[in-house]
């Protein structure tokens, strides 16, 4: 994929993990800005998405963060992005989120970013965008989510080809080099139907 210019970070909130999720979070940050990338996320300045925005500013990175108005003290706004964007509602903070990106990175997280995973694959699945989706199994912590998409298969509820809507990659290195391996989006953002 060459037309790659901002890439959305979908990752947890909370800062009481395990350090490697920590070290994963600020390696992204980092090559993202090594490599030209902007990263899009949540404008929040607390846990992964904190330490992804801070490292890749650090960098030199672009940031753009999009916060909605009602949890922006919850998360504690970021004040030293390159934009943030003080949204009305976390729809809107969702549909601006796939609006500015290219693609979309998911590291580990809680309920929010399952909700932004299982949001963005399924916008995929339904053809309202075409932008590719990497989920980076860092120290296994998605395995029970590879779990349940396997049974979703198994039982006939998922399509046999909702592989192909994703990929997994077990390290952060391997983040970019799958991204680039990924064919151009064939489509716009069907915004008007997000
Ligand atoms: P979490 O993974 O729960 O730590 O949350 C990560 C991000 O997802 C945070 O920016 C939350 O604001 C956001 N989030 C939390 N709950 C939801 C939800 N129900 N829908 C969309 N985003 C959410």
Same mark, same amino acid.
């Given at each position: 994929?060459?037309?790659?210019?901002?890439?959305?970070?979908?990752?947890?909130?909370?800062?009481?993990?395990? !350090?490697?999720?920590?070290?994963?979070? #600020?390696?992204?940050?980092?090559?993202?800005?090594?490599? +030209?990338?902007?990263?899009?996320?949540?404008?929040?300045?607390?846990?992964?998405?904190?330490?992804?925005?801070?490292?890749?500013?650090?960098?030199?990175? *672009?940031?753009? +963060?999009?916060? !909605? /108005? #009602?949890?922006?003290?919850? /998360?504690? *706004? #970021?004040? +030293?992005?390159? /934009?943030?964007?003080?949204?009305?509602?976390?729809?809107? @903070?969702?549909?601006?989120?796939? /609006?500015?990106?290219?693609?979309?990175?998911?590291?580990?997280?809680?309920?929010?970013?399952?909700?932004?995973?299982?949001?963005?694959?399924?916008?995929?699945?339904?053809?309202?965008?075409?932008?590719?989706?990497?989920?980076? $199994? &860092?120290?296994?912590?998605?395995? !029970?989510? @590879? $779990?349940?998409?396997? #049974?979703?298969?198994?039982?006939?509820?998922?399509?046999? $080809? &909702?592989?192909?809507?994703?990929?997994?990659?077990?390290?952060?290195?391997?983040?970019?080099?799958?991204?680039?391996? *990924?064919?151009?989006?064939?489509?716009?953002?069907?915004?008007? @139907?997000?």
């Amino acid at each position: 994929m060459t037309a790659l210019r901002n890439v959305c970070v979908y990752c947890g909130s909370s800062g009481s993990v395990d !350090p490697s999720y920590k070290e994963a979070a #600020h390696a992204l940050g980092t090559a993202l800005a090594e490599r +030209g990338l902007g990263l899009v996320y949540g404008g929040g300045r607390v846990g992964l998405m904190g330490i992804v925005a801070d490292a890749a500013l650090a960098a030199g990175g *672009e940031v753009v +963060g999009i916060i !909605p /108005e #009602h949890i922006q003290k919850l /998360e504690v *706004e #970021h004040t +030293g992005l390159t /934009e943030l964007h003080v949204v009305d509602s976390m729809h809107t @903070r969702k549909r601006m989120m796939v /609006e500015r990106s290219d693609a979309f990175i998911i590291l580990p997280g809680g309920l929010g970013t399952l909700d932004e995973a299982f949001e963005i694959i399924t916008w995929r699945q339904l053809k309202l965008h075409d932008k590719p989706i990497i989920i980076a $199994d &860092i120290g296994g912590y998605w395995q !029970p989510l @590879r $779990d349940l998409l396997t #049974h979703l298969k198994d039982t006939g509820f998922g399509r046999g $080809d &909702i592989d192909q809507l994703y990929t997994f990659v077990e390290r952060v290195e391997d983040i970019l080099p799958a991204l680039r391996r *990924e064919p151009e989006p064939q489509q716009a953002v069907d915004t008007a @139907r997000l």
